[in-house]
């Protein structure tokens, strides 16, 4: 059952909503991914133990459940990736072996089941990114809205629903949320998973951090992930909207490079995006993170763009001789088009100072090698990154050794669990960061409807 406040209440947004005077089994901050599927899991637990399903609220935000959701994957919601659970944990670096017991207990397997369970089957494309049928995010909402309504479970969505502060009393054991409206509802088991600050538009603003800390927990710095990327060079812009399919892209800092937060390893090989401002695609985006944490350090952050990853220099040299010896008349821009976007191909012919019409048995010895290191290792200042206002997720965020991996729970309060993005991991684009949410969510919920029917 969903309970929002919107322009076509009969009270005012501003008046406060109606919570029960007994306490709630469990108290949820967020309707997104993590905190929709612990409630749907604490629920559907306590019916496999033949257990009275559980008082679960949710308070969120913003005016409906899964607004993050409904905007994954271009709309289209890629839910997971098709790998092993050793490749998803890999995907997390340094931090990700956290997640094995979340991915053990809830894999993408079993997301997938639940899903086609629930009406909504699933396929796999490109990269074994895995996407719904219907290829609308608005129908896995609808999915765990659904399922969410038929376990009994409250959803207070809107400003006024929003947590304002949290609050625990040990004699009592329980949990008391003040709203944004002023409400208050009590819970003996609290589960934070409103996200971190990516998005910020969507809601996700940080306050989870907040409360996490009021509650005891140490927040490794946020840090904008999965974010666009703005570089130096003016000429970028003139290919807004190229993209490039299967490049690499190398963090290019000549000194040693630092102790990194996320331990994750570069290349990173994908596609890339030019943008008016500069560099985004999944090639990009996935080593953004990264540069985040350098450009604390360094300022700008070099990159090193291989265009033609699949040919080495020497081949590519060989390709160009080729072209001067064989295909004397036509032109440069015409057969290195035949490598990148045409659009790409004329700038790089400018960069290399290559006359437009110029054919390639002009080509001298010292344009192939100019071009040629175009091709293999083009260059790029960033000097910024589009911050949390267009970072898909967060990097930092709650200290991992302060959470039990096997429950979710927190090691400083045993009535407190975190599951989600507010947490100290991060993957890349690609479905791994929503299966986080999932999982970590499931194995949450899972092990408050254990504690419950437990006493």
């Given at each position: 059952?969903?309970?929002?406040?919107?322009?076509?209440?009969?009270?005012?947004?501003?008046?406060?909503?109606?919570?029960?005077?007994?306490?709630?089994?469990?108290?949820?901050?967020?309707?997104?991914?993590?905190?929709?599927?612990?409630?749907?899991?604490?629920?559907e637990?306590?019916?496999?133990?033949?257990?009275?399903?559980?008082?679960?609220?949710?308070?969120?935000?913003?005016?409906?459940?899964?607004?993050?959701?409904?905007?994954?994957?271009?709309?289209?919601?890629?839910?997971?990736?098709?790998?092993?659970?050793?490749?998803?944990?890999?995907?997390?670096?340094?931090?990700?072996?956290?997640?094995?017991?979340?991915?053990?207990?809830?894999?993408?397997?079993?997301?997938?089941?639940?899903?086609?369970?629930?009406?909504?089957?699933?396929h796999?494309?490109?990269?074994?990114?895995?996407?719904?049928?219907?290829?609308?995010?608005?129908?896995?909402?609808?999915?765990?809205?659904?399922?969410?309504?038929?376990?009994?479970?409250?959803?207070?969505?809107?400003?006024?629903?929003?947590?304002?502060?949290?609050?625990?009393?040990?004699?009592?054991?329980?949990?008391?949320?003040?709203?944004?409206?002023?409400?208050?509802?009590?819970?003996?088991?609290?589960?934070?998973?409103?996200?971190?600050?990516?998005?910020?538009?969507?809601?996700?603003?940080?306050?989870?951090?907040?409360?996490?800390?009021?509650?005891?927990?140490?927040?490794?710095?946020?840090?904008?992930?999965?974010?666009?990327?703005?570089?130096?060079?003016?000429?970028?812009?003139?290919l807004?909207?190229?993209?490039?399919?299967?490049?690499e892209?190398?963090?290019?800092i000549?000194?040693?490079?630092?102790?990194?937060?996320?331990?994750?390893?570069?290349?990173?090989?994908?596609?890339?995006?030019?943008?008016?401002?500069?560099?985004?695609?999944?090639?990009?985006?996935?080593?953004?993170?990264?540069?985040?944490?350098?450009?604390?350090?360094?300022?700008?952050?070099?990159?090193?763009?291989?265009?033609?990853?699949?040919?080495?220099?020497?081949?590519m040299?060989?390709?160009?001789?080729?072209?001067?010896?064989?295909?004397?008349?036509?032109?440069?821009?015409?057969?290195?088009a035949?490598?990148?976007?045409q659009?790409?191909?004329?700038?790089?012919?400018?960069?290399?100072?290559?006359?437009?019409?110029?054919?390639?048995?002009?080509?001298?010895?010292?344009?192939?090698?100019?071009?040629?290191?175009?091709?293999?290792?083009?260059?790029?200042?960033?000097?910024?990154?589009?911050?949390?206002?267009?970072?898909?997720?967060?990097?930092?965020?709650?200290?991992?050794?302060?959470?039990?991996?096997?429950?979710?729970?927190?090691?400083?309060?045993?009535?407190?669990?975190?599951?989600?993005?507010?947490?100290?991991?991060?993957?890349p684009?690609?479905?791994?960061?929503?299966?986080?949410a999932?999982?970590?969510?499931?194995?949450?919920?899972?092990?408050?409807?254990?504690?419950?029917?437990?006493?």
């Amino acid at each position: 059952m969903i309970e929002a406040m919107n322009s076509d209440s009969p009270q005012p947004a501003s008046a406060p909503q109606h919570f029960s005077a007994e306490p709630l089994d469990l108290l949820i901050l967020g309707a997104g991914a993590a905190g929709m599927m612990a409630a749907i899991s604490c629920g559907e637990t306590a019916l496999q133990m033949s257990r009275p399903l559980p008082r679960i609220a949710i308070l969120e935000k913003n005016t409906r459940p899964g607004i993050k959701v409904l905007v994954c994957g271009g709309g289209r919601c890629n839910l997971t990736n098709a790998g092993d659970i050793d490749f998803l944990i890999a995907q997390f670096g340094r931090n990700g072996r956290f997640l094995s017991p979340a991915l053990r207990h809830f894999d993408n397997t079993a997301l997938r089941t639940w899903f086609a369970d629930q009406g909504e089957p699933t396929h796999e494309e490109h990269d074994g990114k895995i996407y719904p049928d219907s290829n609308q995010a608005r129908t896995v909402v609808d999915a765990m809205v659904g399922r969410i309504g038929q376990l009994g479970v409250v959803c207070h969505a809107g400003a006024g629903c929003a947590a304002a502060h949290v609050g625990w009393n040990a004699a009592s054991g329980l949990f008391s949320v003040r709203t944004a409206d002023g409400s208050v509802v009590q819970s003996r088991y609290l589960l934070i998973c409103v996200g971190g600050q990516s998005y910020t538009r969507m809601g996700t603003t940080g306050d989870g951090y907040r409360f996490a800390e009021s509650l005891g927990h140490q927040i490794i710095k946020p840090r904008p992930a999965i974010v666009p990327l703005l570089c130096r060079e003016l000429w970028v812009s003139e290919l807004q909207g190229v993209a490039v399919r299967d490049v690499e892209v190398r963090i290019a800092i000549s000194e040693p490079l630092p102790r990194l937060a996320t331990g994750k390893p570069t290349p990173s090989v994908n596609d890339l995006l030019f943008t008016h401002f500069g560099l985004s695609g999944p090639a990009v985006l996935n080593l953004s993170e990264i540069v985040a944490e350098l450009l604390e350090k360094f300022t700008p952050v070099p990159l090193r763009v291989d265009f033609v990853r699949r040919q080495s220099r020497q081949e590519m040299s060989a390709m160009l001789r080729a072209w001067h010896d064989e295909s004397g008349r036509k032109l440069v821009k015409t057969m290195l088009a035949q490598l990148v976007p045409q659009r790409l191909a004329d700038m790089l012919c400018r960069l290399a100072e290559i006359p437009v019409e110029h054919p390639c048995a002009a080509l001298t010895g010292r344009q192939m090698h100019t071009l040629t290191e175009y091709l293999k290792a083009c260059r790029f200042q960033v000097h910024q990154t589009r911050g949390f206002k267009e970072a898909m997720v967060t990097a930092g965020g709650v200290r991992l050794d302060t959470v039990d991996p096997n429950t979710m729970q927190s090691r400083l309060n045993p009535h407190l669990f975190l599951a989600g993005e507010i947490l100290d991991l991060t993957g890349p684009s690609g479905g791994y960061n929503l299966q986080l949410a999932f999982s970590t969510g499931h194995l949450a919920g899972w092990a408050v409807a254990q504690r419950l029917a437990n006493g």
